[in-house]
């Protein structure tokens, strides 16, 4: 009777274990696949070594001239709509200086007022008058151009630089991975080894997180860039068209359909 009991016992206990499982081999290969499993995305970034810090900061950085972008980027805020409705009322009343004086005011600070500024300063005093305003508006339009896409170039340069690093990464890596193997043996060369190839693959994977959601974001942002001073040319063309009539002639009643349609509230 007991040895039948005992038999019965080590049959439930074989039946109640894993099959297959080797007592000799299992703890270690559940040590390793634990370890794996339970790196975290720091002890990731922390194997590429300080090159994977800079690339972090790096994201930061291009993350912010994103986010600033987003919120330079508004028809509202590169044309302000009351500015508009403003400078409309002003030009027809062929009153630059106070118009001038309204681009100026801090509060009312944009691509529009700047570009309507400088403008018609420039053709108060040039010689020919209102016959170079059309070109002063071309003139400043441009160089505010600069200013506006600066955030964008911001964007780009990390675009570029972030699979440079990530390249300099693989290559430290690299000369690191072949010195272990000529100066090392046995499993102080293996865990040597592995510390240099995460280096290598940790920095590439990194420049081309940088890279991709960058570059994507350059080329989304140009194009808006360019809607948006299209926009405004055509707004500033419409606002002083009541200059460019004689100064007898009685200008035209009605606003021009670019300036009322800027013009409304968002």
Same mark, same amino acid.
């Given at each position: 009777?007991?040895?039948?009991?005992?038999?019965?016992?080590?049959?439930?206990?074989?039946?109640?274990?894993?099959?297959?499982?080797? *007592?000799?081999?299992?703890?270690?290969?559940?040590?390793?696949?634990?370890?794996?499993?339970?790196?975290?995305?720091?002890?990731?970034?922390?194997?590429?070594?300080?090159?994977?810090?800079?690339?972090?900061?790096?994201?930061?950085?291009?993350?912010?001239?994103?986010?600033?972008?987003?919120?330079?980027?508004?028809?509202?805020?590169?044309?302000?709509?009351?500015?508009?409705?403003?400078?409309?009322?002003?030009?027809?009343?062929?009153?630059?200086?106070?118009?001038?004086?309204?681009?100026?005011?801090? @509060?009312?600070?944009?691509?529009?007022?700047?570009?309507?500024?400088?403008?018609?300063?420039?053709?108060?005093?040039?010689?020919?008058?209102?016959?170079?305003?059309? *070109?002063?508006?071309?003139?400043?339009?441009?160089?505010?151009?600069?200013?506006?896409?600066?955030?964008?170039?911001?964007?780009?340069?990390?675009?570029?630089?972030?699979?440079?690093?990530?390249?300099?990464?693989?290559?430290?890596?690299?000369?690191?991975?072949?010195?272990?193997?000529?100066?090392?043996?046995?499993?102080?060369?293996?865990?040597?080894?592995?510390?240099?190839?995460?280096?290598?693959?940790?920095?590439?994977? @990194?420049?081309?997180?940088?890279?991709? *959601?960058?570059?994507?974001?350059?080329?989304?942002?140009?194009?808006?860039?360019?809607?948006?001073?299209?926009?405004?040319?055509?707004?500033?063309?419409?606002?002083?068209?009541?200059?460019?009539?004689?100064?007898?002639?009685?200008?035209?009643?009605?606003?021009?359909?670019?300036?009322?349609?800027?013009?409304?509230?968002?």
């Amino acid at each position: 009777m007991l040895t039948s009991a005992m038999i019965q016992l080590s049959v439930l206990a074989f039946a109640q274990s894993p099959a297959g499982a080797t *007592p000799s081999t299992t703890p270690g290969a559940a040590t390793a696949a634990a370890g794996t499993a339970d790196k975290s995305l720091l002890g990731y970034i922390h194997s590429g070594g300080v090159i994977s810090y800079i690339m972090v900061v790096l994201s930061i950085v291009a993350l912010g001239l994103i986010i600033a972008n987003l919120i330079q980027l508004r028809k509202t805020a590169v044309a302000k709509p009351g500015l508009i409705a403003a400078l409309e009322r002003l030009l027809r009343e062929r009153n630059i200086d106070m118009a001038v004086q309204l681009c100026a005011q801090k @509060e009312n600070d944009c691509y529009l007022a700047r570009v309507m500024r400088d403008g018609l300063m420039k053709a108060v005093r040039s010689p020919f008058g209102m016959l170079e305003l059309k *070109p002063a508006l071309e003139d400043a339009g441009a160089r505010e151009l600069e200013n506006l896409d600066r955030v964008n170039h911001g964007i780009a340069i990390m675009a570029a630089v972030g699979p440079m690093l990530g390249l300099l990464g693989t290559v430290i890596g690299m000369i690191g991975a072949f010195s272990t193997i000529g100066r090392l043996e046995g499993a102080a060369r293996s865990a040597e080894l592995a510390t240099y190839m995460s280096i290598a693959l940790v920095t590439t994977a @990194e420049g081309l997180i940088i890279a991709v *959601p960058c570059t994507i974001a350059y080329a989304l942002f140009k194009k808006r860039t360019d809607r948006l001073v299209q926009y405004c040319g055509q707004v500033a063309e419409a606002l002083v068209v009541p200059l460019q009539v004689p100064a007898g002639a009685k200008a035209p009643a009605p606003a021009p359909a670019a300036v009322a349609q800027a013009a409304r509230p968002a």
